[in-house]
């Protein structure tokens, strides 16, 4: 399983960007996926995860009501869509495939994982 993110970039604040994680492998479908993102300094830690079929997501408190995961199965492609953005939200940006089945944001839940792409939002 590969996956590849993209769609990083510099933004102002306020402005919108919306990130890809293409994956390979015939059983995209039957996982779910997480974005997770890393500043300079801080720990990796959870923004958004998406189960199998796009029925159920979840948002870190930090992102919620600006950021939006989907995911489309035939391209094996999930989304996350960032708008209202802050400077605060600048970080790599990190696409992953959950390998457990009771989502909780932890790392260690999560097995294959893409080479991140870097968000930057000016002030």
């Known amino acids: 399983v590969q996956l590849q993110a993209c769609g990083g970039g510099l933004v102002q604040a306020g402005g919108s960007l919306r990130l890809s994680c293409a994956a390979s492998g015939r059983?995209?479908?039957?996982y779910a996926m997480g974005w997770f993102r890393q500043a300079p300094g801080k720990d990796r830690e959870f923004v958004s995860d998406i189960n199998w079929s796009g029925g159920r997501t979840v948002y870190a408190d930090s992102v919620k009501a600006r950021f939006t995961i989907s995911r489309d199965n035939v391209k094996k492609t999930v989304y996350l869509q960032m708008n209202s953005l802050k400077p605060e939200d600048t970080a790599v940006y990190y696409c992953a495939?959950?390998?457990?089945?009771?989502?909780?944001?932890?790392?260690?839940?999560?097995?294959y994982w893409g080479q991140g792409t870097q968000v930057t939002v000016s002030s």
């Open 27 to 30: 059983t995209f479908s039957s």
């Open 97 to 111: 495939r959950r390998q457990v089945s009771t989502m909780s944001g932890r790392l260690d839940d999560y097995d």
